[in-house]
């Protein structure tokens, strides 16, 4: 499977935009690229998902570079509710989701 | 609606045992997963159930592992004398089918502690 790299740890202050990064130099032409969260002490949980173009839902945006090797999650205003680990996932055959270790959003009053 | 859900919450054992985790997923899902979170791990992948087949148990980290699904719904894993290094929260999601795009949708867990 394709990895993926992802800074450790992100900060941030409440009301700010959030950009979190994602490299995935080996991705193959059809993967799709998943970003879930995990908040403390509870299940992962989807954000968001895209195969070649941009992506906006209600809780985020995702920004996919020309050449697919990298991508950028965007929170447009960070809240204290959004403080997760963040996962980039890239899905290729089946569905299973190879979790690496993410990065660590902490969001500021 | 309903999400998915897991029983028990928590569940404290004694090595040696044999424990049953359960998983109740979303109504209409085709495809369950389980997953483990050890401490300070990620999310780690043991199988996957597309109806009530599971096509790829490698996953499963030891033959103590096996998982079942009845009906196309409830799914249950079983580890048997069981380890301390099974400690660790045991995840089941749930999604419409198997496929590259197929939100998957987690349970809250089921926290495993070994003495």
């Known amino acids: 499977d394709a990895k993926t790299t992802q800074p450790n740890s992100m900060e941030s202050n409440e009301e700010e935009p959030v950009h979190l990064p994602c490299n995935h130099s080996?991705?193959?032409?059809?993967?799709?690229i998943h970003w879930y969260r995990q908040l403390p002490s509870q299940g992962p949980e989807y954000v968001i998902h895209?195969?070649?173009s941009n992506v906006n839902n209600r809780m985020a945006s995702l920004a996919i570079a020309e050449d697919r090797k990298s991508s950028t999650l965007i929170l447009h205003r960070a809240t204290l509710r959004d403080a997760a680990v963040y996962y980039c996932?890239?899905?290729?055959?089946?569905?299973?989701?190879?979790f690496g270790k993410g990065t660590m959003l902490l969001v500021s009053p | 609606g309903a999400g998915v859900s897991q029983s028990p919450s928590n569940k404290v054992t004694e090595k040696g045992k044999d424990v049953e985790l359960r998983c109740d997923p979303i109504?209409?899902?085709?495809?369950l997963y389980w997953y483990r979170q050890s401490l300070g791990q990620g999310l780690e992948f043991l199988i996957y159930?597309?109806?009530?087949?599971?096509?790829?148990k490698s996953g499963l980290p030891s033959d103590r592992f096996s998982a079942e699904r009845t009906g196309g719904s409830v799914s249950t894993l079983t580890i048997q004398r069981t380890q301390q290094e099974d400690s660790a929260v045991y995840l089941c999601?749930?999604?419409?089918?198997?496929?590259?795009?197929?939100?998957?949708?987690f349970g809250p867990g089921t926290r495993l502690t070994v003495l």
């Open positions: 996932i890239l899905t290729a055959g089946y569905s299973t989701l190879t």
């Open positions: 080996t991705i193959s032409g059809t993967d799709y």
């Open positions: 109504s209409g899902h085709t495809a």
């Open positions: 159930f597309q109806g009530n087949s599971a096509p790829d």
């Open positions: 999601a749930s999604s419409l089918a198997v496929g590259r795009y197929n939100e998957q949708f």
């Open positions: 895209g195969l070649t």
